[in-house]
């Protein structure tokens, strides 16, 4: 893996650098440490909640008018704008907790709320214009696997706390991990500034096209004026319309002689009209009548909307509902948030290998047809580590899935709409944080195993629609080789 980073685009060296230093920050700053301090300093968890909702608020505002900016302008001035929020958060972070301000608080999570929704779709545009097409798969589970690795590191400083202090966490203590994590999260920033719209591949492929066609124009050009020996007649009202030639006549002369001479010639055939959408008649073959390839984000989308909402009512408070049925340890807890990235980083390598073989969307299908009978076995199990182990599995195989996904997503789009898209797809998954409170209100009045029996359904709507995007996207098989 160190040797394919070594041989990539420097945009995509800059996205994984900066994939690493922001998320081992952000697992430090933003969650179980920063959960502990906000407890001990309005002894109510409600505070992280309400948090949580200025911080999602936020990007929802923004995330549609960031992700339409960074497709109107250039992405890496998108990124700039970004990384000075994201100093900005990050210094208001430390003087927050430096002077234990709650509002302050407040108002910087808004701010990180701005910087997700200026950063994510920007940094998802450019990474995948910097990649060819059909090459993308693993390049976006590279950046997986290090935001997942990242992502243990916070559970690990829980971990450590609570076994040197158990339950006497001081503030100081955990003010002082806050303000290491701002100061990190802050030097993050730093490859925002780096990025570069124009040394992506895509950007340098079209550039090499247009200009191996000019200096063909112009060596057919140079033969055609170097043989002739060329008159021209002018019209009265100015026009050229007439060419000798030493060996014949042309009453209109050819066309690279009127491209050449006419004030208003264009590059391009006037025969030729491009197909709507810049793809070729046969790129959009029908499936069932009316499903074409133009259909696939939609259908990408929409049904991680609804595999994401049956995830927000069910998976996100699993947790509670073994703190609550089994009372399990704190260090138990804490450890299976360790792992739970660790397998989910690991096995979407595996998915990854896979897909070269069987194609992305077909393995993406059966991995989720898997985690829905892992969710169907959970209604049912009794034992703690049963549970625990059916929720790991229908975890990793849900979430491993992510990377193809969005790959995919990224192959069946223009460049200038990857953002615009990217942007839509992270609010997907923000919004399914208002199917958590339709979680909460099941567990709490009907139980735990009630709630899985009404997310199942949910999950398997989301699996069969994208068993339709198998046939649409068969064509779309990636490389063997890797990288």
């Not at 200025?54 to 704008?81: C, H, N, S, T």
């Not at 057919?220 to 009265?236: A, T």
């Not at 899985?452 to 779309?476: C, N």
Request: hydrophobic content about 45%; overall charge neutral; some cysteine.
């Amino acid at each position: 893996m160190l040797d394919y980073v070594q041989r990539t685009e420097p945009n995509v060296r800059l996205v994984l650098a900066f994939t690493m230093m922001y998320w081992f920050s952000e697992s430090i700053l933003m969650h179980q440490v920063l959960s502990g301090y906000m407890y001990i300093l309005t002894g109510s968890i409600k505070a992280v909640g309400i948090l949580r909702g200025i911080q999602g608020l936020a990007q929802v505002i923004l995330a549609l008018p960031a992700g339409y900016a960074a497709d109107r302008y250039r992405r890496d001035r998108m990124l700039k704008v970004a990384a000075g929020i994201g100093v900005l958060s990050g210094v208001m972070t430390a003087v927050a907790a430096g002077n234990s301000s709650l509002r302050l608080m407040y108002v910087t999570f808004a701010m990180w709320g701005a910087f997700s929704s200026f950063h994510s779709p920007a940094v998802e545009a450019i990474f995948a214009d910097s990649v060819p097409c059909g090459r993308r798969s693993f390049p976006f589970t590279v950046k997986f696997v290090i935001m997942n690795s990242a992502r243990m590191l916070g559970p690990l400083i829980a971990i450590v706390f609570f076994t040197k202090y158990e339950d006497d966490w001081a503030l100081f203590q955990l003010r002082a991990v806050i303000l290491i994590g701002a100061i990190m999260i802050t030097l993050s920033m730093l490859p925002l500034l780096y990025f570069d719209d124009d040394v992506a591949y895509e950007v340098r492929m079209k550039d090499l096209v247009v200009e191996q066609e000019l200096r063909s124009i112009g060596r057919h050009f140079d033969i055609e004026l170097s043989d002739s020996i060329q008159s021209v007649e002018v019209h009265p009202t100015g026009n050229l319309y007439n060419m000798k030639r030493e060996n014949g006549l042309y009453s209109e002369g050819s066309e690279r002689s009127r491209l050449l001479f006419s004030p208003y010639g264009s590059i391009a055939s006037p025969e030729y009209v491009p197909p709507q959408g810049g793809k070729s008649p046969g790129s959009r073959k029908r499936f069932l009548g009316h499903l074409s390839d133009s259909h696939v984000p939609y259908l990408l989308v929409v049904s991680g909307f609804i595999i994401n909402n049956a995830a927000g009512i069910t998976a996100s408070f699993l947790p509670l509902f073994l703190v609550k049925d089994y009372d399990p340890s704190f260090v138990q807890m804490q450890s299976l948030f360790v792992v739970q990235p660790v397998c989910v980083a690991l096995f979407s390598l595996v998915l990854q290998w896979q897909s070269k073989r069987w194609g992305r969307m077909p393995v993406i299908v059966v991995s989720r047809f898997l985690g829905s009978l892992c969710m169907y076995q959970m209604a049912t199990a009794q034992a703690f580590r049963t549970q625990v182990a059916l929720y790991l599995i229908n975890v990793v195989l849900i979430r491993s899935t992510e990377p193809l996904q969005r790959s995919l997503l990224m192959d069946f789009l223009p460049r200038q709409q990857r953002a615009k898209w990217s942007s839509l797809e992270d609010l997907s998954a923000l919004v399914c944080t208002g199917s958590a409170l339709i979680g909460v209100y099941l567990m709490e009045t009907q139980g735990f195993h009630y709630c899985v029996w009404i997310t199942l359904p949910i999950y398997v709507v989301g699996v069969l629609l994208e068993t339709l995007l198998i046939p649409l996207t068969r064509h779309a098989r990636e490389s063997v080789e890797d990288f």
